[in-house]
């Protein structure tokens, strides 16, 4: 599990682990509670170009639906294939094994610092 | 992520989008919150809230799913206190009801229950309640907590020819229910609790008196989810410590705490109607496979009466369930097709949700009635998809006995 005050994050609350020129996407645990139990994920098609900003992919609870953005431009360069099979690592562990794709970029735009984000959301 | 918006239009932001399929659609603005007598035991209990018409209520503890399964299985507690609780006495009392509802209920036996409907002149359904004859000339009506000023309203005008009293009790009594087959073995067990009779002989839709520490307490064998269980309704100062002894009771039996994101499953695989989903004003209960509520053979007149004679157009829309395979549920407000490429929608879903229980998507839609019949295929657009899914009998689930 990533070290939460480390990651960056989007007011669509999604974490981004940058490694290099790799971007490690996610929800954060405050959008899976709000959603509750997750029990349908789909994600972009591995080799896909995506735009920052524009939805790739759904996270489906009991309840709800809630849209994929992807947080940088770039090509998805992998897709977590536990998360499809077994929707509730989301709530589980969304900062670890309920990471959602892996994305290259060539560039970083610019995102919420932990604090910044835990401003956002009031925690 | 943000959720996607066009699945929940009465919300615009993602901590009451992820609830919105469980609050009615004329839920009151959040300004005048309101809170359970047990709300306390909730936040304690470490419960996420929800509006739900007004009040800010459990919708889940920790998991829906796993509160879902537990009701199925093993037993559910539910804090139904925002519900409301009209009580109508007086000589008048069963004649009255008999014209201000769509059934008959100076028949009714004393501490029965009747699933009933108040009318509006037009034949469209102002509420779905319950109605307990709690004594000779005494009724309570239990109506829905977003519909509780407007069936307080219907029964007030329709009383002014009547010697009787309509008057709103809903602050004063609280409501409990447990449901799943462990509850009756939960009531037994629970201190303090006692029931005038055998809740092992009271059958379904029958109610016993009784008294928690000395206080009055009604006991129905009624619920919302499918499953055996019963309702408690009990003076607000005592609902916390029966709330209370209730949980300690069902301890054994992993009785859990339920939110009203579960109580919405259950009820939809149980095949029930939700006011401003499957019933509204402008829905006749024929339509909502409600004709049976509406007893045309009682010899008086009732509000809705002739509307309710002259019944819907043929080409009115009916309520079915819907079948899907897979896992994208098809959720309130989608459109339903009669084919892949249809260009105009034929069917609008109500409730949709992918079932806890059965493990495929579910839901019940407004359809054409040439595409009523069981078994017949149609499409959902599930956000730009065409999902087909098939015309089903409710309901979904029915308990093994």
């Known amino acids: 599990m990533a070290d939460k005050t480390e990651l960056l994050y989007t007011a669509e609350h999604e974490w981004v682990l940058v490694d290099g020129d790799t971007a490690l996407v996610g929800i954060t645990a405050y959008a899976a509670d709000k959603l509750g139990d997750v029990v349908f994920v789909e994600l972009p098609a591995v080799g896909s170009s995506v735009a920052a900003g524009t939805v790739v992919g759904e996270i489906e609870s009991t309840k709800s639906v809630g849209e994929l953005f992807a947080p940088v431009n770039g090509t998805v360069l992998e897709t977590n294939d536990s998360v499809v099979a077994s929707p509730e690592l989301v709530n589980s562990d969304p900062f670890g094994a309920g990471w959602l794709l892996k994305v290259t970029f060539t560039e970083l735009p610019t995102l919420l610092s932990y604090s910044e984000y835990s401003a956002l959301v009031g925690e | ?401």
């Open chain 2, 1 to 401: 992520m943000t959720p996607d918006t066009a699945a929940h239009p009465s919300s615009d932001s993602l901590p009451n989008a992820v609830t919105s399929n469980a609050a009615p659609s004329n839920a009151a603005p959040a300004t005048d919150e309101r809170f359970s007598p047990l709300h306390q035991a909730h936040v304690d209990a470490g419960a996420s809230f929800t509006d739900f018409a007004g009040w800010q209520m459990p919708v889940r503890y920790s998991s829906d799913l796993a509160e879902h399964h537990a009701v199925r299985t093993s037993a559910g507690i539910f804090d139904l206190s925002h519900m409301a609780e009209i009580t109508v006495s007086g000589p008048d009392a069963g004649a009255f009801l008999d014209y201000a509802l769509a059934g008959k209920l100076s028949t009714i036996d004393l501490l029965q229950a009747k699933y009933s409907l108040i009318l509006n002149p037009a034949g469209g359904i102002i509420d779905d309640i319950v109605v307990y004859r709690t004594n000779e000339k005494d009724y309570l009506v239990v109506a829905n907590a977003g519909n509780r000023v407007q069936a307080v309203q219907a029964l007030s005008a329709r009383a002014v020819r009547f010697d009787v009293e309509v008057t709103d009790q809903s602050d004063d009594v609280a409501l409990i229910a447990v449901q799943g087959p462990a509850s009756r073995a939960i009531l037994e067990a629970t201190a303090g609790l006692t029931v005038d009779g055998e809740l092992s002989e009271l059958k379904y839709y029958r109610a016993l008196g009784g008294t928690f520490r000395g206080g009055d307490v009604l006991i129905a064998r009624t619920g919302y989810t499918g499953e055996d269980g019963f309702e408690l309704y009990i003076d607000v100062p005592a609902a916390a410590a029966l709330w209370d002894a209730l949980c300690a009771a069902g301890e054994p039996f992993d009785l859990v705490p339920a939110g009203l994101a579960s109580r919405d499953t259950l009820r939809l695989e149980a095949g029930m109607p939700l006011y401003g989903h499957e019933l509204s004003l402008s829905t006749y209960p024929a339509q909502a496979g409600l004709g049976r509520v509406v007893n045309l053979a009682k010899e008086t007149d009732f509000i809705g009466r002739s509307a309710s004679e002259e019944g819907p157009s043929a080409d009115a829309r009916v309520l079915v369930g819907l079948a899907a395979a897979g896992k994208r549920a098809g959720r309130a407000d989608y459109l339903v097709f009669r084919s892949s490429d249809a260009p105009v929608a034929e069917g609008v879903i109500t409730s949709g949700a992918l079932s806890p229980t059965l493990g495929h998507p579910i839901a019940m839609a407004y359809v054409a009635p040439s595409l009523a019949r069981q078994g017949t295929e149609v499409f959902v657009d599930v956000r730009g998809t065409r999902i087909p899914a098939t015309v089903t009998q409710l309901p979904f689930y029915k308990r093994q006995k």
